[in-house]
Structures are given as structure tokens and as C-alpha cells.
T-cell receptor, first 115, second 113 residues
Framework: AQKITQTQPGMFVQEKEAVTLDCTYD???????LFWYKQPSSGEMIFLIY??????QNATEGRYSLNFQKARKSANLVISASQLGDSAMYFC????????????FGAGTRLTVKP | KAGVTQTPRYLIKTRGQQVTLSCSPI?????VSWYQQTPGQGLQFLFE???????NKGNFPGRFSGRQFSNSRSEMNVSTLELGDSALYLC????????????FGNGTRLTVT
């Protein structure tokens, strides 16, 4: 069974600084997708960024980038120039090609941006 | 394009009752997934429907069931409610291609007393 691990229950970052949120995963599938979501206190889950297992370049989306290290099975989210509005829960998720119907999530990291 | 719509937003039920939650996916999305979110267990996958068929099911008791209609709208039902069923229930839809992300609704917060 696939497993996603986020080892940082909580993180603090100073406004305008960069922060890295860790995510490691376990899969025997060669083809899979990795996703990051943001969940503010209001509760909605917002899709941030996607990385495919065969993608050679790290994904980037505005201030979000994904540090993908396939051999280490890690997919860390990097947020540059943190803003107060970035304070939220962040979830890493994975979907395997052999199990295309099912996306599983990590436990999440609560990020707090300090002014 | 309208997003995923879940109704109701809040629900209070008593133990032993049953409840039905509704989800309207993004237009054109045929896949609908349901998740339960609690502080202790995090986000747990309930089930996924595609073209009115359940394709996958998480590790939940049979009291949790769902269905999908021909217009892709989905409902989930929880029978014989227990206190532990109190949670945020999230519905998500996606397009069919492999890299498509889940698009979530705002959720239904269920409180069982």
C-alpha cells in the first residue's frame, strides 16, 4: 500500500523567507504522480503543484516549486518569499498509475508565517 | 466554470440517525471521490465513483455508502451514526487523465451528538 510521510507537524517561517516542507513516499509503482495541497483555516483544499514520476524537471508554479528526488523518494515543497496568507495546512499526496482511482494523503504540515 | 459544490455545509445529527451528503462535481468531471477528515486520523479515503460505478473503496465499515448519478452528481450516506463519525467530509472531482488533480468542495461538517 502506498504511504506518504510528512515528518513536520508544524513549521514556522518569517515573512518573505523561503520554507521547505518535507514529504517522502513509498511505492513500488514506477509511474505515479505527486501532488501538494493547501488547506487554510476555512477548510477548502487548494491544489498547488503536481510532479509526475517521469518528469525530469522539478515542477514550478509561481512561488511554489517541488524538489523531486526520485531515488530518495522525496517530493519536498518549497515556498519562496513567504506571505502571511501562506499560513495553512499543507498536504502531500500521491496517486499511483496502477491504482489510478485513489489519491492518498500525508498527515500534513501546519505552516505559520510570522510577520 | 463552477467548482465542486457540497451540501449542506453543516449538519448536526444524533447517534443512530442516518445522513446523506451531496456533491456536484465540476462540469465534465466524471470521477468523484469522498474523503473523511478528522484531527486524529487526517484525510482518509472513503470511495471513488466513475460513471456511476464505484471503482475503489477505502477501509470504512459498510455503514458508509455512496452512489453516483448519470449526471455525475454523487451522494454519500452514513447509517447508524456514531460519535466518531463527526468529521469534515470532503468531496472532490477530477478529469480523467492521469495527472489531473483532485478539485475539492468546501466540505460538509458533520457533528454527531
Amino acid at each position: 500500500a502506498q504511504k506518504i510521510t510528512q515528518t513536520q507537524p508544524g513549521m514556522f517561517v518569517q515573512e518573505k523567507e523561503a520554507v521547505t516542507l518535507d514529504c517522502t513516499y513509498d511505492t513500488s509503482d514506477q509511474s505515479y504522480g505527486l501532488f501538494w495541497y493547501k488547506q487554510p483555516s476555512s477548510g477548502e483544499m487548494i491544489f498547488l503543484i503536481y510532479q509526475g514520476s517521469y518528469d525530469e524537471q522539478n515542477a514550478t508554479e509561481g512561488r511554489y516549486s517541488l524538489n523531486f528526488q526520485k531515488a530518495r523518494k522525496s517530493a519536498n515543497l518549497v515556498i519562496s518569499a513567504s506571505q502571511l496568507g501562506d499560513s495553512a495546512m499543507y498536504f502531500c499526496a500521491m496517486r499511483e498509475a496502477q491504482n489510478n482511482n485513489d489519491m492518498r494523503f500525508g498527515a500534513g504540515t501546519r505552516l505559520t508565517v510570522k510577520p | 466554470k463552477a467548482g465542486v459544490t457540497q451540501t449542506p455545509r453543516y449538519l448536526i445529527k444524533t447517534r443512530g440517525q442516518q445522513v446523506t451528503l451531496s456533491c456536484s462535481p465540476i462540469s465534465g468531471h466524471r470521477s468523484v471521490s469522498w474523503y473523511q477528515q478528522t484531527p486524529g486520523q487526517g484525510l482518509q479515503f472513503l470511495f471513488e465513483y466513475f460513471s456511476e460505478t464505484q471503482r475503489n473503496k477505502g477501509n470504512f465499515p459498510g455503514r458508509f455508502s455512496g452512489r453516483q448519478f448519470s449526471n455525475s452528481r454523487s451522494e454519500m450516506n452514513v447509517s447508524t451514526l456514531e460519535l466518531g463519525d463527526s468529521a469534515l467530509y470532503l468531496c472532490a472531482s477530477r478529469a480523467g487523465w492521469e495527472a489531473s488533480p483532485l478539485h475539492f468542495g468546501n466540505g460538509t461538517r458533520l457533528t454527531v451528538t
